[in-house]
């Protein structure tokens, strides 16, 4: 057990180690007016790139200071600004996402197209009037159901028919009844 809490600290102080090293090359490049990368403040902070990578918040804090303006003095040439290519980045990345769901869903009609054209050539699909057959099967279902409401309607018109009838024999046999 006491085993098992000396290599939890020994991690966890390695972590916190690695951690300070990363804040400080980052300090230091951010002083010196350097170029600020994940892979520039690695190889100052003598660490691995993944390591920044499984850190949300050293990677937030190299990002935040990467688009923050350069200190005073350093001097810097007519290209363009850290924050309009970074907000280029953010740009590319949402188009390139959008592309790739309008990719997915061309790449998925035309699965349904080349399957479809395969299923009618091996003779498997249904007949080629199909969507004629459908609009049929729906016209015929709508009067299925028109005649069977014509049907309800005329059974109760003969069920009120028969009431009035049975209504009016009685009335007449209680009329014969009396003298």
Known sequence: MNTAKCLTDARRQDSE??????????DQLSA???????????????????LIYRHPDLRAA???RAAAEPPPGTVTGPSAS???????IANL???I??????????????AE????????????????DHDALQKRVTHLEQHITELRQQLADRDD????????????MASLNTSKDKP
């Open 157 to 168: 018109d003969l069920d009120a028919a028969r009431a009035a009838n049975r209504h009016l």
């Open 93 to 95: 990345t949402d188009r």
């Open 17 to 26: 180690r690695r951690r300070t090293k990363v804040m400080s090359a980052l």
């Open 97 to 110: 996402r959008r592309q790739d769901t309008h990719i997915r869903h061309l790449e998925q009609r035309l």
């Open 62 to 64: 190299i990002t935040a």
């Open 113 to 128: 197209a080349l399957g479809e054209q395969v299923w009618q050539q091996a003779g498997l699909g249904g007949p080629p």
């Open 32 to 50: 010196h007016g350097e170029e600020i990368t994940v892979s520039a403040v690695s190889r100052a902070a003598g660490v691995h790139r993944s």
């Open 82 to 88: 850290k924050q309009s290519l970074i907000a280029d």
